[in-house]
């Protein structure tokens, strides 16, 4: 009997029209150019403007474009997972209110929130309905309105984070390809060094916790880094060897976009050159839920059936992880 598995049939992005240049950031705070390419690798991030716009807006969009390239009606869709860090508010999930916003009706929902690995868990996740049987087309959102929780005082995280969204549909085939495999780990003892530290059941907000400015983005650099350097490349590595996958089969690397320096040892350990790597962070910064799959929406028209792909995550929890997957199309012959 066939093993049916999950494809990525399509996917739709959206990224804000407003950019958040370095030079303007360095009017806001103590920053330059200079010291933001060289850290960290990135020249502009995306804003995300306009009273009452939120995470799910963009999610919308993302999903709108998607329907439009599959030719998929959103009463087809059956599951819709949002892999998100910012939702619109606690509940109900910015899945259902996205939802809401495409028109999609007879579909279940709800969010993932793995930290920067929120898509590769959603991903995952998402392929084990479709491979089950019990669901035929399954949206997976990776959407973020960052700026919503950056602080924009403090130098060392506000030039790293932008806003965008991007989704992929996932439907049930029986050809070769399609999510062939994924290795998902976290470790708790990493909270410490990533984390808001109030607005949830631990700290509640309240005018002192608004104060103190508790309700942005806290990191420790260096560990980060370290943890980040060493685990998102050792689950690639690991990714190859467990299939035979070598630097000359592997078509692309899609890394998350956190920090140029930790996409480059990811690449150099795994022996693969630059031009296999999909790298946009130095326009979109670090989109959180949705550098993975905004990379595939960019470098969709490259793409072809059968394209051996790796994407790789680190994020807060500490969370990683990497998946296997081979393409399913062309992507320059999908509808646009």
Not at 23 to 30: A, H, I, K, Q
Not at 76 to 99: G, Q, R, S
Not at 201 to 217: C, F, G, N, Q, V
Request: aromatic letters at 8%.
């Amino acid at each position: 009997m066939t093993k049916i598995k999950a494809a990525i049939t399509g996917v739709g992005g959206y990224v804000p029209e407003y950019i958040l240049t370095n030079d303007e950031l360095s009017r806001m705070v103590d920053t330059s150019d200079e010291w933001i390419m060289t850290r960290i690798g990135i020249k502009e991030r995306r804003i995300l403007k306009g009273e009452g716009k939120a995470t799910s807006d963009m999610g919308a969009e993302a999903v709108k474009q998607l329907l439009h390239k599959t030719g998929t009606k959103p009463e087809e869709i059956d599951m819709i997972i949002c892999a998100v860090v910012t939702p619109d508010m606690l509940f109900p999930a910015t899945a259902n209110i996205i939802a809401d916003k495409t028109n999609i009706r007879n579909a279940f929902g709800y969010d993932m929130n793995a930290g920067c690995s929120s898509f590769l868990y959603a991903l995952t996740a998402a392929s084990k309905f479709v491979e089950s049987g019990s669901h035929k087309k399954v949206i997976v959102v990776g959407a973020d309105k960052m700026s919503s929780i950056v602080d924009y005082t403090d130098r060392a995280t506000c030039p790293i984070f932008g806003d965008g969204a991007a989704a992929v549909l996932l439907e049930p085939t029986p050809a070769p390809e399609g999510v062939m495999d994924a290795i998902l780990q976290s470790d708790g003892v990493g909270r410490i060094h990533l984390h808001q530290k109030a607005g949830g059941s631990l700290k509640p907000p309240t005018h002192s916790t608004i104060d103190a400015r508790e309700h942005y983005i806290y990191q420790e650099g260096q560990p980060v880094f370290k943890w980040a350097v060493s685990k998102m490349a050792d689950v690639s590595v690991e990714m190859m060897e467990r299939h035979g996958i070598t630097s000359d089969t592997l078509n692309w690397l899609v890394p998350h976009q956190a920090n140029m320096r930790i996409i480059e040892a990811t690449a150099n350990r795994m022996g693969i050159r630059k031009d296999q790597v999909m790298i946009n962070i130095q326009r979109f910064g670090n989109t959180t839920s949705a550098t993975l799959p905004l990379c595939l929406w960019e470098w969709e028209p490259q793409l072809r059936k059968g394209d051996n792909i790796i994407l790789a995550a680190f994020g807060a929890g500490f969370t990683w992880g990497s998946l296997y997957l081979k393409w399913a199309y062309d992507g320059d012959k999908i509808l646009k």
